[in-house]
């Protein structure tokens, strides 16, 4: 027998289960489709970013970072530690730790918030009038009726043609995250973010990391100074990173894999590695959807196409996070699920695509928001630049860590901030006072004039602000 709601969500990733909160908070009957399974087989909610994306991948990074700082800083702190070994087994099980506490919370949340929660593959069986048949399959098969129907079902990571993930030898995030011990030779293709946060988690454990990026520039969609910045300071840590590359051949087998690659300077060339990590994008995961079963338009990438609030071209369907356009960040899926659920509600959701923050959580951090220097030189905008380092910053200075800079872009003539950018020690929680100033059409006088608490790492964005205009105070 059918189960009626007024809000069915698919996937409870970042998109999806916030969405279903959001919407019962509202006063919808809501119930929440999604596929994910823990090792015992049971409900594991939150998609790709809890399971193996964003919340293990930074388990794994501030783990290696304590074993680099072990190893290398702390006998500048006073600590000195005779012996020293990594337990790469139990690293792994903290990761898993930290996953699990985060899917036993989202399922909390949906019991708090009186969310029903199914476990199971979503797919459309039928639009019936005003209504849409949603299909459950899995260990109890379900069949839901609803009004509305939110997709968040997220994306795959994408293969290189021919070369298919085999989680062994060939890895995606999933099997980077997983590796039982540590790789003398690990290759990773594709200088994005999750190549660089793996890249760097496995350096720091022991491995010879080696990054080829077909672009020929270093992080192209970053500001330039802070991308050159940022290569300069991955390259003094170990890890060897070839620009321009074009990939040829991967031969895998049991002694590792063969990579064969022609350089940026056109010289055919071959690496051998135990482990390869492909991060060249990700792709919408729409596979076993039925889109067809009800006409839902999907484009010729596979992204499920949608207007400018997430309507898709079916009435009372909606599509939000990694499966439409925009970027494929948790936190701009969550905006957009929240804005969703309000619209259905008839309210006026809200998601400013030009303030959605950027986070790279490497070490140095990489954070930006707004326009970078390229862009607005491009769109013919006269600015000003305001830089900082940290290495003139008092707290960075007893932390240790003095790499990196803040800048701030503001517009010539009214001041506005049009972007800021930032390589160095927690940089995505400095980010966040850009955002709240850029969402409030702040100008850079205005973040010059607000006090901050001293000794801080935020006196560094105060003072990129102050340069603004030629008047740093400790620089």
Request: net charge negative.
């Amino acid at each position: 027998m059918a189960k009626n709601f007024d809000v069915v969500v698919i996937g409870a990733g970042p998109g999806g289960y916030i969405a279903a909160i959001r919407a019962a908070q509202l006063g919808f009957s809501v119930a929440c489709i999604d596929e994910w399974k823990n090792d015992k087989g049971g409900p594991a909610p939150g998609g790709t970013c809890t399971n193996v994306g964003c919340i293990p991948s930074k388990a794994l990074l501030q783990s290696s970072e304590h074993f680099e700082h072990a190893g290398h800083a702390f006998a500048e702190h006073g600590i000195d530690i005779q012996s020293m070994q990594l337990n790469l087994p139990q690293m792994l099980k903290r990761k898993n730790t930290v996953v699990k506490q985060n899917n036993d919370g989202i399922l909390y949340l949906f019991k708090k918030n009186k969310v029903t929660f199914f476990h199971g593959r979503a797919a459309f069986a039928k639009a019936a009038g005003v209504t849409y048949e949603v299909l459950v399959s899995g260990a109890t098969p379900e069949t839901l009726v609803a009004t509305h129907v939110v997709i968040a079902t997220g994306s795959n990571a994408r293969a290189l043609p021919g070369t298919p993930f085999d989680e062994q030898r060939i890895l995606s995030n999933t099997g980077a995250l997983a590796m039982d011990a540590v790789p003398e030779k690990l290759g990773v293709i594709g200088a994005g973010v999750i190549g660089l946060e793996m890249g760097s988690v496995w350096r720091r454990l022991g491995a010879e990391v080696t990054i080829l990026e077909a672009l020929p520039a270093f992080l192209g969609a970053v500001d330039e100074q802070i991308a050159k910045e940022a290569h300069k300071l991955f390259l003094k840590q170990g890890l060897a990173i070839h620009l321009g590359v074009r990939i040829g051949s991967i031969t895998a087998g049991e002694g590792g894999v063969d990579v064969a690659y022609v350089d940026d300077k056109g010289a055919a060339q071959t690496a051998h590695f135990d482990r390869l990590i492909v991060s060249i994008g990700r792709v919408p995961n729409t596979t076993g959807l039925a889109a067809d079963a009800v006409g839902l338009k999907l484009d010729e990438r596979g992204f499920i196409t949608v207007d400018d609030d997430c309507r898709t071209n079916l009435p009372n369907v909606w599509a939000v996070g990694d499966v439409v356009r925009g970027p494929m960040l948790a936190h701009k899926a969550e905006e957009e699920g929240v804005a969703v659920a309000e619209r259905i509600a008839g309210q006026h959701g809200h998601v400013n695509f030009n303030t959605v923050p950027w986070v790279i959580y490497t070490a140095p951090e990489i954070a930006w928001v707004g326009r970078n220097e390229q862009q607005l030189k491009a769109d013919g905008v006269a600015y000003k630049a305001g830089v900082f380092p940290f290495l003139a910053n008092g707290r960075a200075r007893a932390l240790g860590d003095t790499s990196g800079m803040v800048k701030v872009l503001a517009d010539a003539k009214s001041d506005e901030i049009l972007g800021v950018h930032i390589v160095g020690p927690m940089a995505s929680e400095l980010i966040s006072e850009a955002v709240v100033a850029m969402e409030f059409r702040a100008s850079s006088e205005d973040i010059a004039r607000i006090c901050h608490a001293h000794p801080s790492l935020s006196e560094a964005t105060k003072e990129a602000a102050l340069a603004v205009e030629k008047r740093a105070l400790n620089f």
